[in-house]
């Protein structure tokens, strides 16, 4: 199974973005999804996930503002930002949770300013 994360972009603060990971197999079929950011200068973040049974979690730097879901039918995780402030600008990355090396990609890049 591979990966593809994709949505990103240029936003102002206060908009939102929805991010899509796509797999090119069952996307739940590695076990539990989750979406992870890493931002200049830090580590990388888990922040949200979501296994095959549709539980969720999210961290508490994006709770109340982000969303994850997946669509099994079309292999695809989502993220739906919303309310995204500055710090929220990183490079997005899908992988399953834990993360495994195999299946980290390019990400997709969030930028948040005005």
């Known amino acids: 199974v591979q990966l593809q994360a994709s949505g990103g972009g240029l936003v102002q603060p206060g908009g939102s973005l929805r991010l899509s990971c796509a797999a090119s197999g069952s996307i739940f079929s590695i076990g539990a999804m989750g979406w992870y950011r890493q931002a200049p200068g830090k580590q990388r973040e888990l922040v949200a996930a979501?296994?095959?049974?549709?539980?969720?979690s999210i961290a508490d730097s994006v709770k109340g503002r982000f969303t994850i879901s997946g669509d099994s039918a079309k292999n695809t995780v989502y993220l739906v930002m919303n309310s995204l402030k500055p710090e929220d600008t990183a490079v997005y990355y899908c992988?399953?949770?834990?993360?495994?090396?195999?299946?980290w990609g390019q990400g997709t890049l969030v930028t948040v300013s005005s």
């Open positions: 979501i296994t095959s049974g549709g539980s969720t």
């Open positions: 992988n399953k949770v834990p993360d495994r090396s195999v299946f």
